[in-house]
């Protein structure tokens, strides 16, 4: 395994006097101080249109490959080796906790995340073990690896919220409607609200695990948060991705916090502990900045779909998006969800040409 960065592996709550990750462009703008350009970045950038990537992962199934930390560590630093991104995220699945907290489960291909045995009752809970670094030891060695190997480029950690976790565990796999979701919700907010704190102690610890073995920053995934209403969203499930990002407040790095279709929660988002605000494709940046209040950098938000058009366009959109951005007292360029996996990635690598050329200061 080689790679062409170079650098040491510390990390500092503040930025570091010689450069390193924690004075990046990257975490500069999560900490919405002067950058050189805008960073970039994109969500599952590590995986699926690479063709370096389908070649490694090549028989080995998704839960296997996160657990072996040779895998994880050379599948996170292809993007940056090929795109020159400014920050790589650990490879992993937000499932990840959770299998590791006793819950049998699998990653089907074509399908996702699969529960043997769903969550249904307050003894279904009971099976959520709370976890240590023992559980996810393959996690530990794998970013303590790849702080080396990256040198002076920034680590995003990450898991899943609370919210998305528990659709998955109730639904016992992906869902277009949330229906049982809701159902218990709605109609057992005791036992809902116990799932939910076991999930956030769970996600807490696995991105605390993260911090310890050095990552520069770390993201909340609530994936299926825009399937509920304001309201909702405040009552049932706020309180446990407060918990989960108020728990890593005193690791010293910035914290994000993203979900798709979350227009009408953005203001909401932005209670919710995070010091970056991630922004779908729907809503432009100058809109999210306005609606998620003062205080905050905003992440986003290209349409993963606009990858597929002709130069010219994306050029434009990728101009459009950087500009909308300005409005924000810190901007992290990113997709408005993740790489879709037919992408070119040269298209990849030439937008990010682009966002440090255009953007340059």
Not at 123 to 136: F, G
Not at 331 to 352: A, I, K, Q, S, W
Request: aromatic share 6%.
């Amino acid at each position: 395994m080689s790679t062409t960065t170079t650098g040491g592996a510390a990390r500092d709550a503040s930025p570091a006097p010689d450069g390193g990750p924690a004075d990046s462009p990257f975490v500069r703008a999560c900490r919405r101080e002067p950058v050189p350009h805008t960073p970039v970045w994109f969500m599952r950038q590590a995986g699926r249109s690479l063709p370096e990537y389908r070649e490694l992962r090549a028989g080995v199934p998704m839960l296997e490959s996160c657990r072996r930390p040779d895998l994880v560590t050379e599948i996170t630093l292809q993007p940056v080796r090929r795109h020159g991104v400014d920050a790589a995220i650990l490879f992993s699945d937000i499932v990840v906790p959770v299998a590791a907290a006793g819950i049998d489960l699998d990653i089907v291909p074509g399908t996702g995340p699969v529960v043997a045995e769903p969550i249904r009752s307050a003894a279904d809970v009971e099976r959520l073990r709370p976890i240590t670094v023992d559980d996810v030891s393959y996690v530990d060695e794998a970013v303590r690896s790849l702080v080396v190997e990256l040198g002076d480029t920034p680590l995003i950690g990450f898991a899943g919220a609370p919210f998305t976790l528990a659709s998955y565990l109730v639904e016992g796999g992906p869902s277009r409607t949330h229906a049982r979701t809701k159902a218990l919700m709605y109609g057992e907010p005791e036992l809902w609200h116990a799932l939910c704190a076991r999930l956030a102690d769970i996600a807490g610890e696995f991105l605390r695990v993260q911090a310890r073995a050095g990552v520069s920053a770390v993201q909340l995934f609530d994936s299926w948060a825009g399937t509920l209403s304001e309201a909702d969203y405040r009552r049932y499930v706020l309180p446990h991705s407060l918990a989960v990002l108020e728990g890593l407040a005193d690791a010293g790095i910035p914290r994000i916090h993203f979900g798709v279709g979350t227009a009408e929660l953005l203001g909401v988002l932005g209670e919710a502990g995070a010091d970056v605000v991630g922004v779908d494709w729907r809503t432009p940046l100058d809109a999210a900045t306005v609606r998620i209040g003062p205080g905050k950098a905003v992440q986003g938000n290209l349409d993963p779909c606009v990858l597929f058009a002709p130069w010219p366009a994306v050029e434009k959109e990728v101009r459009r998006v950087l500009a909308e951005g300005l409005a924000a007292p810190g901007h992290v360029f990113n997709l408005g969800h993740g790489v879709l996996p037919e992408t070119d990635p040269e298209v990849l690598t030439r937008v990010v040409e682009l966002i440090h050329q255009a953007s340059a200061r």
